[in-house]
């Protein structure tokens, strides 16, 4: 029998944090534009969430891409882009509900960007993540939510 309870959420995000962080190294790299269309479709099939956008930095490499010679390459950059960026103003648009100053009457706009709980998005798998080299290899895709209680201390 296992020492303790293991914690399922915290191989996913590595999972999707991994495979992001190496598809991010492998589009700032690579110039062959068949690849880059791989790597774009690739990423266009992956679950994301504000979190590992944020974590990964990749839509900074996307954006880049909207300006890459294949046009092929730049459609798929730009869907991504703004795909991402919904999801990101998404992620803004909902947290002011949530706030403490919504709730106690305050201002939506004296209401300050939200922290990143790291005790909330296991930091020990993002760490391994970054420093994952774009070698590394890791399992299937899964869906990841970064609100899960499962791995807070």
Not at 59 to 72: C, D, T, V, Y
Not at 98 to 125: M, N, Y
Request: net charge neutral; charged share 25%; with cysteine.
């Amino acid at each position: 029998m296992a020492s303790g309870p293991t914690c399922t959420f915290c191989s996913d995000v590595g999972d999707v944090l991994k495979k992001v962080a190496r598809m991010n190294s492998k589009l700032v790299s690579e110039k062959d534009s068949k690849a880059v269309i791989e790597s774009l479709r690739q990423l266009q099939a992956m679950p994301m969430t504000f979190e590992v956008l944020e974590t990964t930095k990749i839509g900074r490499a996307i954006n880049a891409l909207k300006s890459a010679p294949s046009e092929k390459a730049r459609e798929l950059a730009a869907a991504l882009y703004k795909g991402w960026r919904a999801l990101a103003d998404e992620y803004f648009v909902e947290w002011p509900a949530t706030a403490p100053a919504a709730s106690t009457g305050g201002s939506a706009e004296s209401i300050e960007a939200p922290k990143v709980d790291k005790s909330i998005t296991c930091s020990s798998a993002i760490k391994e993540a970054q420093s994952a080299g774009p070698n590394s290899s890791s399992g299937d895709n899964h869906p990841v939510t970064m609100t899960s209680p499962e791995c807070r201390g």
